[in-house]
């Protein structure tokens, strides 16, 4: 039976702010974005004033007139979960960080080892998080992955709480559907006027109907519900290993530079895509090139704050293929990379306030156009002359 631990950050943002700045400890505080205009994390001491991410920073600070407003430094939120990463592949040497703030350790077989079982060593890693780094995260303990997540969320901040195995789907039905991975958006909204509002109602429902609902993701989505989730822990090669990826390789070597741009903003579409399917934002684009001569090379990008929307990295992709196709050899390949992972649910809005919430929207609109119709159902202006092309050949086939 396998033993997951989850930890996740509480406020973390604010909490490495305090943490960094000891004049800001036990003052309330909240981390702004410089483009959002929303509290992107808020101190324990702010949340007293009914602060939390998403909030306007005006009301937050109507809320509270002692309230210190800092701006994100995400350099430094990923140095500080670096460390704690580390902390845990000290206990166990697969560690899988989920995002900035939070990670998943696999302690399955390791209880001789480390002479203790699980709960104690996750008490053991909340009191070094707190006694070096002075952070508070929380923990659950379970089974699975997802199971362990939720618990680590349940009883925030400082929270502790393990799942014993078989106890799962119990510890699950009475939860809001919003608590499981994935349902959230348009998928929370599709079941609730399908009448289910618990993860126990998803979990008996009959599959069949589930099925006419969530399509192909029904079985999938109803396994979870019960607490079954066998994706195993995966420990990174190294800090950087992106996420998502997406790999073009063409048919014959290409040396024409419109046309990789075009292919490289088809990939960062599907790429971000995929990113937004999983309710998280990322800080880094990676672009490696492969010359026909078997040679590769790579360029990244990093912006200035978390982006789950492809429009964000449009105007880098001519500078990263100019980077990264350093030799004035033809390309055989592209492939596109995203890392540096944030999860929006606890503390950016990903859909929040303008100007954020249009593209967002847009983007999800175009999402579920391009499932529900395939991905030419929507297009963008760089695409219409090669569409018009491909228009043209079929129809000189045809004739």
């Not at 289910?196 to 998803?202: A, K, V, Y």
Request: proline share 7%; hydrophobic share 45%; net charge positive.
């Amino acid at each position: 039976m396998r033993t997951v631990v989850h930890w996740d950050g509480d406020g973390f943002f604010a909490s490495v702010e305090q943490a960094a700045d000891h004049r800001l400890r036990g003052r309330p505080v909240a981390v702004g974005g410089a483009s959002r205009g929303v509290v992107l994390s808020a101190s324990r001491e702010a949340r007293r004033y009914g602060i939390r991410p998403g909030l306007p920073m005006g009301k937050a600070q109507r809320a509270c007139r002692r309230l210190v407003v800092v701006p994100a430094h995400f350099e430094l939120y990923e140095q500080f979960s670096r460390q704690i990463v580390g902390l845990c592949e000290e206990r166990t040497p697969l560690v899988e960080p989920l995002a900035v703030g939070a990670a998943y350790l696999d302690l399955t077989g390791t209880r001789a080892l480390l002479r203790a079982d699980a709960p104690q060593v996750a008490g053991q890693l909340q009191h070094t998080v707190s006694d070096w780094l002075h952070l508070s995260i929380s923990t659950g303990i379970a089974t699975s992955k997802t199971v362990a997540r939720i618990a680590a969320r349940l009883h925030k901040p400082g929270g502790h709480l393990a799942v014993q195995a078989g106890g799962e789907a119990r510890f699950l039905a009475p939860l809001p559907l919003g608590w499981l991975p994935g349902v959230g958006g348009e998928t929370l909204a599709t079941l609730q006027v399908a009448g289910w509002s618990r993860i126990g109602d998803l979990a008996r429902a009959p599959v069949d109907a589930l099925a006419l609902v969530l399509r192909k993701r029904a079985l999938a989505l109803q396994r979870l519900a019960q607490g079954v989730d066998e994706e195993p822990v995966r420990r990174p090669r190294d800090a950087e290993e992106p996420l998502w990826r997406e790999t073009v390789d063409f048919p014959e070597d290409v040396w024409d530079e419109a046309l990789l741009l075009r292919t490289l903003r088809e990939m960062l579409e599907r790429l971000m895509a995929n990113v937004r399917a999983a309710d998280v934002e990322v800080r880094r684009l990676t672009l490696g090139v492969r010359y026909t001569d078997r040679g590769e090379a790579a360029r990244s990008v990093t912006l200035a704050e978390p982006a789950a929307v492809e429009t964000d990295f449009f105007p880098h992709l001519p500078g990263l293929l100019r980077a990264a196709w350093g030799r004035r050899v033809r390309l055989r390949a592209l492939i596109l990379q995203a890392s540096r992972v944030y999860r929006p649910a606890a503390q950016i809005p990903l859909f929040g306030p303008p100007p954020k919430k249009a593209p967002a929207q847009l983007a999800l609109a175009i999402d579920h156009l391009r499932r529900m119709y395939g991905e030419r159902a929507v297009m963008r202006g760089y695409q219409l002359p090669a569409a018009a092309g491909e228009t043209a050949d079929a129809l000189r086939r045809i004739a």
